[in-house]
């Protein structure tokens, strides 16, 4: 039997892209976008839950999210969930776990205060396969994570 491994979210960054370049000079761009969910609970008062999710988007679509997003900005991203693990500095094996993002399409409207410099449409960025290898060497990184 198939199985599938495909995440849709709907939410807003938590903070501006992080963008950061790979030693073979391929972009890279974390985001942390946020999902909440509103419900009532036993009293019948309004409660929310909030989630963030760790988005890793490759080459072209890293770059276009860097031009496009900022903190705020409401987006669509669907692509598999993946985890990864590398050698921190101290020789410790750490792991994350990420939604690598495939497809990004911004939903702000231009003007709004969380689209930021905004194309007149928001645009869909097609699907990127980027090709990347992912266990390619980051120690030229100053910090404890491989992008």
Request: net charge negative; hydrophobic share 30%.
């Amino acid at each position: 039997m198939s199985s599938l491994n495909k995440a849709m979210i709907i939410g807003r960054l938590g903070q501006d892209p992080d963008v950061r370049y790979t030693q073979s000079n391929t972009a890279v761009a974390n985001l942390s976008v946020a999902t909440s969910e509103r419900y009532k609970d036993k009293s019948g008062e309004w409660k929310e839950n909030t989630e963030w999710h760790r988005v890793v988007a490759w080459g072209r679509l890293a770059e276009i999210c860097q031009e496009y997003l900022k903190k705020g900005s409401q987006v669509y991203i669907e692509g598999p969930i993946q985890t990864r693990s590398w050698e921190d500095k101290d020789g410790q094996t750490k792991y994350t776990t990420e939604i690598k993002a495939l497809t990004m399409t911004m939903l702000d409207s231009k003007g709004s205060n969380s689209g930021g410099n905004m194309p007149e449409k928001p645009q869909n960025a097609q699907p990127v396969s980027s090709n990347v290898d992912l266990n390619e060497n980051f120690d030229d990184i100053d910090d404890d994570l491989p992008f």
